[in-house]
Nanobody
Framework: QVQLVESGGGLVQPGGSLRLSCLAS????????MGWYRQAPGKQRELVAA???????NYADSVKGRFTISRDNAKNTVSLQMNSLKPEDTAVYYC???????????????WGQGTQVTVSS
């Protein structure tokens, strides 16, 4: 059973930093793209940042220059370093990954349970 488990959310003041981490565990054959999404109250879930297995990255315009996504392929982890946080970054952040399980023929889309990030003074 493949699982994604996030950690690192919390409460931070505007201008502060947080680092989110996500570990993919279970019987994994390969991991393609990994990414972070977020969903604020009353809004749709949106892509924050994504990274391919070759470490090509893509960012939402609203976080470019402030957030950095990275991954460790050996450890099956993806991280999101968030700097210069703003109140509008407040949301539940979800880890996402396209994973081929060890016994699967197809790639499936997996999601973590979400971690709350609150930016407030």
């Amino acid at each position: 059973q493949v699982q994604l488990v996030e950690s690192g959310g919390g409460l931070v003041q505007p201008g502060g930093s947080l680092r989110l981490s996500c570990l993919a565990s279970g019987s994994i054959f390969s991991i393609n793209a990994m990414g972070w999404y977020r969903q604020a109250p009353g809004k749709q879930r949106e892509l924050v940042a994504a990274i391919t297995s070759g470490s090509d990255t893509n960012y939402a315009d609203s976080v470019k220059g402030r957030f950095t996504i990275s991954r460790d392929n050996a450890k099956n982890t993806v991280s999101l370093q968030m700097n210069s946080l703003k109140p509008e970054d407040t949301a539940v952040y979800y880890c996402n990954a396209l994973i081929k399980g060890a016994t699967e023929e197809k790639v499936y889309d997996y999601w973590g349970q979400g971690t709350q990030v609150t930016v407030s003074s």
